[in-house]
């Protein structure tokens, strides 16, 4: 029978404790205020009424315009997490495997970009995609084309455009996975007489799944929460669900809308978060405390 | 020679860079040495120090960045720093929704006093949301010599005092590039320029105003902008519309951005902005359609701000030395009556320039009429532009 000091183990809450105060000042009371203003009603622009009505929520529930800016999100969401998961494979793979003796050079490479401004960093595809960028210059130079092609502003620049920003923490959350597998495990696998490609898809591969899963996770949530990427690489039809909010609180200056807006796209990535740890296992790691 | 802090000199740098005047490789290579020069010289801490050694009132400004704040700095800023000793923070906004949203979420203008403000609407709602300051006129003379026909709308709306002076006046026109779209096609079409399927792809508008969308839909629609009454045709124009744009741009740096750059040839456009382009050299031509929408900007104060200094430099920024140097940069002509103040020969060529000093020619969006129905219609756009 187990001891009640073996049930009541006070280790993680201690060790815990300090990230819990932070997240409740700084995420759960601050998204408490927002569902309250949820329920306030705006009488004109600027102007709250205090108010416990279901408005706001009604709407978002039975307008189809929301469903559709949700399921723009997600798709693209999914489309950008997929394709940085396969592009960013391989540079972790492959800084994790190089035998280059200044590894931490091309560890400082990636997170080189991150010294400027995001803000920058999504301009600067206007120089390459656009009517005068790179592209349409080195196309002309080899008489591709006579004309500039129109590349810019469309879906795929936002892809592109998310992708830039957010590759390297998809790579490096890969990287760690992979530089903490045993190196000896792949030839071992060999010797037993499997292809290189087989050593990697079923001891490499699978042992490298928590930091894909959450490099996939942390990608697909900041996709779905960004609204300046679309803002500035896309067209009219490139939006998001944070687009919508954007409106609702700076431009409509509805804020119990926006509050609203806000609330869902929380339950939405919250909701996405909890599946997929339950599928991906992550709540595996509290076994640590074990 | 006045020194530039290193966050001016970033701003000005990327406003540049936006406005189409300097390559992609130059800025990175002016920013990486204002980086260096930054570290070297002591970054951070060496501004503090500054700002502890000043003595002077700090005067918040917000505006339209580009070529407007660009000559706001030049010709009326500093002038009246050096003259005074007070110092003027000015910062670029993408609109005064963005201002009022942070005042709300701070609950205090702290930061925040003086606005270059759009049009007698935001004046109305600046007002009507308690923002307004009461200007002490007998500290700023020089408003005698502004127009009676532009202050007349703000007296309309605080009979008993301004929270404001009237700075500048212009149009949203239509721009086009003159080599893929003639003047010809340009005055027949008018307005319906911007509704022209030959231009698909190639075609801009300014997203950050419904009013300004709804104004075209109504012209493209027949309807009068100041009386409409079906909005159902207003927003079919603008979808429309939407169907054959590119990129709805957000700001005056993004909208000759695209212009230069031949992303665009025709959108909506600031006449200053076009102007700005014209200057630079680029084949860009604009028009004022009839029934054009024509706008006045202001100087707004707003309640809580050091009222003295703020009236000081109101006073300085109409003395028809600065008020003309500075419409003479940003383009836009100035408040300042014709009829008292002789212009120069470049205020009277800029776009929407009225000689009489009467404002007669040109239209103006009643705020009575648009903010009543602001509510309803902002929401509506943000659905159509995104195709609703």
Redesign the interface.
Known sequence: MPSSEQSIDKRPWLLLSPSLLAISLLVVIPMAFILVYSFYE?I????DRVAFQFGNWAEVATDG?YR??IWKTLRLSVIVTVLAAVLGYIPAYFIAMTKFRDKWLLLLLLILPFWISFIIRTL?W??IF???GALNGLFQLLGLTDA?L?L??NEFTVIVGFIHVFLPYMILNIYVSLEGIDKNLEPAARTLGATPWQAFREVTLPLSLPGLAAGCLLVFVLTGGSYVTP?ILG???D?LFG??IY?A???????PMGATLSFTLLLLLGLVVVVYSRLMGLNQLSKAFK | MKKIDSTKRYEMLKERMGNGDMDRRSFFGLLGAAGMYAGVSGGIMTAMAQQARAAGTELYFEGWGGVVSEALRKHAFNPYEEATGNKVVDATFGGESEVLTKIKAAGSTNGHNILHSSGVSWYKRWVDAGYGSELNLANIPNVENVMEAIIAPFKAITPNSLSAIPYDYGTTGIAYNTKYVSEEKAKELGANLLLDKELKGKIGAWGGDWANRAWYGALQSDQNPNNIQDWDAVWDKARENRDLVLKYWSSGAELMDLLAKEEIYVTEAWSGRVAALQAQGHPIAYMDPPNGLAWMESMFVLKGSPMAEAEELLNFMLDPATAIAVAEGQKYPTSLDPNKVEMTDTIKALPAYDPTGKLDTLVFRDPVVWNEVEKEQSKQWNRVSKGG
Do not use: R
């Open positions: 705006n004109d622009l600027a102007v315009y559709v800016a600067s206007i120089h656009g009517n005068q500039p129109s810019m502003y803002l067209g009219p039809s939006f687009n919508l409106d609180i700076v431009t409509e200056l509805n804020w």
